[in-house]
């Protein structure tokens, strides 16, 4: 099965998500912030990633950003979790290197088929 990166730095919404990853079949590797996110998604190679967009320090575009710049890490597909659910924040996220959007709260089977549809391309 997958392996999926969460950097998520809310400790509830990371048991959450890491909690319905693991039931769903996905081996999951946690960070819970950028800095510590980065290091991790580059000596594990992930299948996928999901990640917070407000954190402190490094945001989750920023690190989005850094992903796709890097070639050893660009074809990895992240799929932005935000609160951020106004009028042009998607496009914005999108924009920042995102492969996919889901806003919070996050409906799990909303989550789940994003994350099945990024691992079937």
């Not at 959450?16 to 996110?37: F, M, Q, R, S």
């Not at 580059?42 to 490094?58: A, C, K, S, T, Y």
């Not at 995102?98 to 089977?109: T, V």
């Amino acid at each position: 099965m997958a392996v999926i990166a969460v950097v998520e730095d809310n400790l509830s919404n990371m048991k959450l998500i890491c909690g319905v990853l693991a039931h769903a079949g996905y081996t999951v590797i946690k960070a819970g912030n950028a800095e510590e996110g980065l290091p991790l998604i580059r000596q594990m190679l992930p299948d996928l990633v999901l990640m917070d967009i407000h954190m402190p320090g490094i945001d989750g575009m920023a690190a989005t950003r850094l992903l796709k710049a890097d070639k050893l890490t660009s074809h990895i597909p992240v799929i932005a979790l935000t609160a951020r659910a106004m009028d042009g924040d998607r496009e914005t996220i999108l924009r920042a290197g995102c492969d996919g959007y889901a806003a919070k709260p996050i409906r799990y089977k909303e989550v789940l088929e994003l994350i099945r549809q990024q691992l079937e391309r």
